[in-house]
């Protein structure tokens, strides 16, 4: 062989093992290149996995809170409609219930405008009161009962103690105050507030002037006038005090609902007082008379216990002696039925 072949034969040699190596070098690339693919593909597939989990998690606690939300919003649903239905009951009873008190407002507009029906009204608002105070018709007062003197006829009759009484009439004006009430403008009602003090004044002279106080009647010395309504009471209280000291003078009392109550208690209070009085005294009268036939008892029974202690003494008397007499014959008169005759019967 000669040696330009053996050179060509060494580069080709040469050649193909650093094509060797290279193709050994990029298959050891290539194998790597796909390894790190690989790896990276696990890694993607678990941080894939990891997403999806975190993602099912997360939809799972949407879902878990989306049934809670939906479960109250039922509930305030129910609460809802159950709350709407009490209002409009509710609403429907306070609809009624207006109904109803405009009704009894028009009526008692009418029953006011009535001078009739005025004082129908106040009469039985002052029963109203005079039985709520406990007190009883016949027993604690009388009405429309007429006096024996005068003949006037008051509404009511309160009886006291010590056969005395106090008159009450419940008739008053009060026409012009509703008119005043319901004026249209302010000189109209001051016209109309004018008309009710002069109404009221002349209704006190009108019932001081009805002999209500009569000593003949035993009548206290001043007569009750009730007023049915404390607004009314409280307007001339308010805008005509002077009006209540014209009435005192003329022994006039006015009175509303309240300070009837507390007037109609008081003479509850003294009636009873003056009944637990007269009983209290009659009480003391059969302790006296007790107390009388108790000092004869007492010295009828020591005369008893006397004769008793004279009876216990005869007793005793008769059983130490008599008795003892007695069992000494029997000793003796069975001592000889038997034939031993004792010596106690030589003693003898």
Request: one cysteine or more; proline letters at 3%; charged letters at 30%.
């Amino acid at each position: 062989m000669n040696i330009p072949f053996l050179i060509l034969f060494a580069g080709l040699a040469l050649a193909v093992i650093v094509l060797i190596v290279q193709n050994a070098r990029l298959s050891e690339l290539i194998r790597s290149q796909r390894d790190d693919a690989r790896v990276r593909d696990t890694n993607a597939a678990a941080g894939e996995e990891a997403r999806r989990s975190s993602l099912d998690a997360a939809v799972r606690s949407l879902e878990e809170k989306l049934r809670v939300y939906d479960t109250l919003l039922r509930e305030w649903e129910k609460d809802r409609a159950q709350k709407f239905g009490q209002l409009a009951n509710e609403l429907q009873g306070a609809s009624q219930a207006t109904l109803r008190l405009q009704e009894t407002t028009q009526t008692l507009a009418s029953t006011l405008s009535n001078n009739k029906l005025r004082g129908q009204w106040g009469e039985r608002m002052a029963e109203d009161i005079i039985r709520y105070a406990g007190l009883l018709e016949n027993v604690n007062y009388r009405k429309q009962v007429a006096q024996v003197s005068s003949g006037t006829r008051p509404d009511f009759i309160f009886l006291l103690p010590d056969e005395h009484v106090v008159n009450m009439d419940v008739k008053f004006p009060l026409n012009n105050y509703l008119v005043m009430v319901n004026a249209a403008n302010p000189a109209e009602r001051d016209a109309a507030e004018k008309e009710f003090f002069k109404n009221v004044r002349a209704r006190v002279k009108e019932l001081r002037g009805r002999e209500y106080i009569n000593p003949a009647e035993n009548t206290l010395d001043f007569v009750l006038l009730f007023i049915p309504n404390e607004q009314v009471f409280g307007f001339i209280q308010e805008k005509g005090p002077e009006i209540m000291d014209e009435a005192l003078k003329d022994k006039v009392v006015l009175c509303s609902p309240f300070t009837l109550y507390a007037v109609l208690s008081v003479i509850r209070q003294a009636h009873e007082h003056f009944r637990f009085e007269k009983d209290i005294r009659k009480i003391l009268g059969h302790i006296d008379i007790f107390a009388k036939h108790f000092e004869t008892f007492k010295g009828r029974f020591i005369e008893f216990g006397e004769i008793i202690g004279k009876l216990q003494a005869k007793y005793s008397d008769l059983r130490d002696t008599s008795f003892k007499n007695l069992d000494t014959k029997i000793r003796h008169i069975e001592e000889h039925k038997s034939g031993v005759p004792g010596s106690s019967l030589t003693e003898e």
